[in-house]
């Protein structure tokens, strides 16, 4: 088994629109331990929900480029063509808990009768019997109470729907959970209650999650490691821990600035300007227009730089330290 | 000398501190009919509520949804009828308002809602959306609308205000539309700002951005802001008081370095502890959550409302009886039996 679970290299999305190309997705790299957590943060349009979808490859039809590896588990998915990916990729070995959950459930299923659909699907072998057992499991997991397999989804609150929707994600076993806003819409109570189900699942099966979200606060319930996006593309990736005191890119640090919180009394600061249209982005460093540390050798594109604890940053002001060469 | 003068001062104050606004008693329930004709209860949105709001302070309403404070928001703006209790703004009952009164109220109130691009209507210019407000208050000389629009987009920093004006809301950045919300608010001078959730759809960098415009358009002009939010590590940058709300009534009313530092009802506790910060060692431990969902407030729980949810219950009191007001400290009160030997009711 691979310590790896999932590479992802070069990684470009693209939409086609009346104005130009869209640069959803531009030149992604990373990798991603098995039983670790990926958070993605950003402001919104920074491609964080169009990462989530080019892994999974839900994609709309307007696509003009989509290319990269996708390494999963040592094989490279990208390759794999749709029959095959959908077979054998798709909730099987990547789900996704997507934005408003909540609302994505069929309002004229009852919940049992959707949570089981992926798991038989997948499982030809699989009897309805055993089907339910699973669900039945999944659903003590999640902690919801088995007989509201039988309601439907307007019977249930906002909380409990997110979880059916994680119990939907989790029941084909997937090895990565991509989860995308699972607890924006949510209340503060319900929504901490939800990172304490996350965690637990985390912790008792070693489940890799990608969490994408703009709320580092509730990020920092679940990640192991941060991956900021500014304007589609990574532009620092690092441990936790390092993260919340030392982010290393300007707009990281900036956005950590922007962060209110309830226990440490701080100035807040908030980043001037607006991300660049993603249609034709500036030539050089896409945050250049909006940094203060800004010099002559941003208008050139950064490559990405290796700091120490294994940090890794696209920024001209490492230009000392050892550029990360991708495959 | 100058001891004196800022007695004067204190004095002058003093007499004038007569509350901009204030609830007595305040009640809104909405009927539930079955099959359209018969009562079949109520829903008691805003269960007795009482308050008074000063001129220039800002005050943080929290809870989670559900709790009332829309309806809270919504009774103060006129827009339900309270079904008990009084509202008095300015020392006025607004129960005896006239039809002329009413306009006058609601052009001293300002109205910022969550959705900015909800609330914006798509098919105007932006100085359309702020010329309307001046022309149904009947400010008749179009140069002088022109210079208030001129000055309330400077306010919001929404410039160059001349590349702004022929601009349609779907043209701007959620965080420009939230201003022209603000512009619009602000355009008839109100004296008192109602904000829910203002900045609940925006990103974090851009929702500091608004905050603070919110503060400075507050300092400038002495207004008084209700913020209402779920968000609790806002209100520190913002208010200078928080009532916490939960099931339809105030259980916590505080100045905000006060309940930040020592939060008294169970609920305002768990909204603390349910609250995460950026930090690694979030990452080791589990939050601690009351259990069970807020109650109903169709047949809300007797007693205290949190008691079936709360840890430290006091079985035959909470279960029981409603917990009275108690004061503690200056600038504290709270609705819990867990404080009746420490404050004074």
Redesign the interface.
């Known amino acids: 088994m691979n310590k790896m679970l999932l590479e992802v290299n070069n990684l470009k999305l693209y939409f086609r629109t009346k104005k130009g190309p869209v640069q959803a997705v531009d030149d992604v790299s990373f990798k991603l331990e098995r039983g670790k957590t990926l958070a993605v943060v950003g402001?919104?349009g920074c491609g964080k929900t169009s990462l989530s979808k080019a892994i999974l490859r839900l994609l709309p039809r307007n696509i003009m480029e989509y290319s990269g590896e996708i390494i999963l588990d040592g094989e490279d998915i990208m390759k794999y063509p749709e029959d095959r990916f959908r077979r054998e990729i798709r909730w099987k070995k990547i789900a996704m808990v997507p934005q408003a959950a909540m609302n994505s459930l069929n309002p004229v299923l009852r919940i049992l009768d959707q949570i089981i659909e992926p798991l038989l699907i997948h499982n030809r072998d699989m009897n309805r019997d055993q089907g339910l057992a699973r669900v039945k499991e999944m659903f003590r997991i999640v902690g919801l109470p088995e007989d509201f397999l039988y309601r439907y989804p307007f019977e249930l609150?906002g909380g409990m729907r997110q979880r059916a929707t994680i119990a939907m994600a989790l029941v084909t076993n997937p090895e990565l959970v991509i989860l995308d806003e699972p607890s924006s819409a949510l209340?503060?109570?319900?929504?901490?209650?939800l990172?304490?189900v996350l965690?637990?699942i985390k912790h008792e099966f070693g489940t890799t999650f990608i969490l994408i979200t703009?709320?580092?606060?509730?990020?920092?319930?679940?990640?192991?490691e941060i991956a900021v996006m500014y304007a589609g593309e990574m532009v620092e990736k690092c441990h936790?821990?390092y993260f919340?005191t030392d982010a290393r890119h300007p707009y990281s640090r900036?956005?950590?600035s922007?962060?209110?919180?309830?226990?440490?009394?701080k100035e807040?600061?908030?980043?001037p300007g607006?991300p660049p249209s993603l249609i034709n982005p500036p030539t050089g460093c896409r945050f250049a227009e909006r940094c203060d540390k800004r010099f002559a050798k941003c208008s050139e594109h950064p490559p990405t730089f290796d700091l120490e604890h294994d940090q890794q940053v696209q920024c001209w002001l490492y230009t000392d330290r050892e550029e990360v060469k991708h495959a | 000398m100058p001891d004196l003068a800022v007695d004067m001062r204190e004095t002058l104050q003093n007499a004038e501190r007569v509350p901009v606004l204030k609830a007595v008693d305040l009640h809104t329930w909405f009927e539930i009919r079955k099959f359209g004709f018969f009562k079949a209860g109520d829903v008691r949105a805003l269960d007795g509520v009482d308050f008074e709001l000063y001129q220039g302070e800002t005050v943080s309403i929290v809870g989670e949804s559900g709790c009332g404070k829309s309806t809270l928001a919504r009774t103060i703006l006129g827009l339900h009828r309270p079904t008990k209790g009084k509202l008095f703004f300015n020392g006025k009952d607004m129960a005896e308002f006239t039809k002329e009164d009413m306009k006058a109220y609601r052009a001293s109130v300002g109205y910022i809602q969550q959705d900015p691009y909800g609330a914006l209507p798509p098919f105007m210019t932006v100085k359309k959306i702020l010329e309307e407000p001046l022309l149904i208050n009947g400010v008749t000389d179009k140069n002088e609308r022109q210079k208030r629009i001129q000055s309330v987009l400077e306010e919001v920093k929404l410039s160059p205000i001349e590349d702004f004006l022929p601009k349609f809301p779907h043209m701007l950045s959620g965080g420009q539309q939230q201003r022209l919300v603000i512009a619009r608010a602000m355009i008839l001078q109100p004296k008192m700002l109602v904000a829910d959730e203002p900045v609940s759809m925006l990103d974090a960098s851009v929702r500091v951005e608004i905050l603070q415009l919110l503060r400075s358009l507050q300092e400038k002009h002495n207004l008084v802001i209700i913020y209402i939010t779920h968000d609790l590590s806002t209100v520190r940058y913002f208010s200078e008081r928080i009532f916490t709300m939960y099931g339809a009534r105030i259980v916590e009313k505080a100045a905000t370095a006060s309940l930040l530092a020592n939060p008294l009802h169970p609920y305002t506790q768990a909204l603390f502890k349910a609250t995460s910060d950026p930090d690694a060692a979030n990452l080791k431990t589990f939050k601690e959550v009351p259990t069970g969902e807020p109650p109903s407030l169709m047949n809300p729980p007797k007693g205290c409302r949190f008691h079936p949810r709360c840890a430290k219950i006091i079985k035959g009191k909470c279960d029981r009886f409603e917990p009275p007001e108690f004061h503690i400290g200056d600038d504290q009160s709270v609705f819990c039996w867990l404080y009746e030997d420490q404050g004074k009711q």
């Open positions: 402001e919104s609150s209340d503060l109570l319900t929504q901490a209650n990172m304490n965690k637990r703009h709320d580092i606060g509730t990020a920092s319930e679940l990640a192991d936790a821990e919340y900036k956005l950590m922007s962060v209110p919180t309830l226990r440490e009394d807040l600061v908030f980043i607006q």
